[in-house]
């Protein structure tokens, strides 16, 4: 089941939560919803099959990724680096249809944080490339062999470039055209008639007063530290110019 939310997680309600401190340091936090995943799953998956692949029980567990990281041969050292002190929470109750998969990484620096952003959405040498080795201990999902581990997320065509004053994020096109021919969109528009409406939600809290935001559909916090953004995902898979911004603080 593991290796689902990866499979998945583009078509998923997803939020990005992102806090920067006034020292550059702060914390990056991806949370997936996949209750509806599990409502699908229900549904062609029998009790038996549930109960093989480990799915009859709940399931909740935090994985330190210090503890995989060593032994992931195929990714590099400075991206060891980033990645070693994130963590991904799991939970999941196929029954009670509940299921969250986050990912918390801690940086030091902006810079970290480019970096990081850059590291999460490569296709190779990144976090992928650590997951089959985690994915052993966890229980598995129906047609686990069959599904794309490599599918790229929407978040992989923003260039984002993160500085004191500055959040930046804009499309880069042909990572979009890589994006679309990967995701086959046709297909995703059948995928989101089955799973009904679902959101991207981007939140990135700052250390000083937002100045000015590009994005006329964010909205501010009452302190003006924090921008969220909310889009429809079937839409910003067409136009991913929804979810781009540029904040100035």
Same mark, same amino acid.
């Given at each position: 089941?593991?290796?689902?939310?990866?499979?998945?997680?583009?078509?998923?309600?997803?939020?990005?939560?992102?806090?920067?401190?006034?020292?550059?340091?702060?914390?990056?936090?991806?949370?997936?919803?996949?209750?509806?995943?599990?409502?699908?799953?229900?549904?062609?998956?029998?009790?038996?099959?549930?109960?093989?692949?480990?799915?009859?029980?709940?399931?909740?567990?935090?994985?330190?990724?210090?503890?995989?990281?060593?032994?992931?041969?195929?990714?590099?050292?400075?991206?060891?680096?980033?990645?070693?002190?994130?963590?991904?929470?799991?939970?999941?109750?196929?029954?009670?249809?509940?299921?969250?998969?986050?990912?918390?990484?801690?940086?030091?620096?902006?810079?970290?944080?480019?970096?990081?952003?850059?590291?999460?959405?490569?296709?190779?040498?990144?976090?992928?490339?650590?997951?089959?080795?985690?994915?052993?201990?966890?229980?598995?999902?129906?047609?686990?062999?069959?599904?794309?581990?490599?599918?790229?997320?929407?978040?992989? &065509?923003?260039?984002?470039? &993160?500085?004191?004053?500055?959040?930046?994020?804009? &499309?880069?096109?042909?990572?979009?055209?890589?994006?679309?021919?990967?995701?086959?969109?046709?297909?995703?528009?059948?995928?989101?008639?089955?799973?009904?409406?679902?959101?991207?939600?981007?939140? &990135?809290?700052?250390?000083?007063?937002?100045?000015?935001?590009?994005?006329?559909?964010?909205?501010?916090?009452?302190?003006?530290?924090?921008?969220?953004?909310?889009?429809?995902?079937?839409?910003?898979?067409?136009?991913?110019?929804?979810?781009?911004?540029?904040?100035?603080?």
């Amino acid at each position: 089941m593991f290796l689902l939310p990866l499979a998945f997680a583009s078509c998923m309600d997803t939020r990005e939560e992102l806090e920067i401190k006034s020292n550059g340091s702060g914390t990056l936090v991806m949370k997936t919803d996949l209750s509806k995943m599990l409502e699908m799953v229900k549904g062609f998956a029998g009790e038996n099959d549930l109960a093989k692949d480990g799915l009859d029980r709940p399931y909740d567990t935090t994985m330190l990724l210090k503890d995989y990281i060593d032994t992931a041969s195929d990714v590099p050292a400075d991206k060891k680096e980033l990645l070693r002190n994130g963590k991904v929470h799991i939970v999941m109750n196929v029954k009670e249809n509940i299921g969250r998969f986050d990912m918390n990484f801690p940086f030091t620096s902006t810079g970290k944080l480019q970096q990081l952003y850059a590291s999460l959405n490569s296709s190779t040498g990144g976090l992928k490339s650590m997951f089959d080795g985690m994915g052993k201990s966890l229980p598995k999902g129906p047609d686990e062999q069959s599904n794309d581990k490599n599918m790229p997320q929407i978040a992989s &065509v923003y260039d984002i470039v &993160v500085k004191d004053g500055l959040y930046s994020r804009k &499309v880069n096109q042909q990572r979009y055209d890589d994006f679309t021919q990967s995701m086959k969109l046709d297909e995703l528009k059948q995928m989101g008639s089955m799973f009904g409406a679902m959101d991207y939600t981007l939140s &990135v809290k700052l250390p000083r007063k937002i100045k000015t935001v590009s994005n006329s559909k964010a909205l501010l916090s009452d302190d003006k530290k924090t921008v969220t953004l909310k889009t429809d995902l079937m839409e910003t898979f067409q136009h991913p110019e929804l979810l781009a911004l540029d904040i100035a603080y």
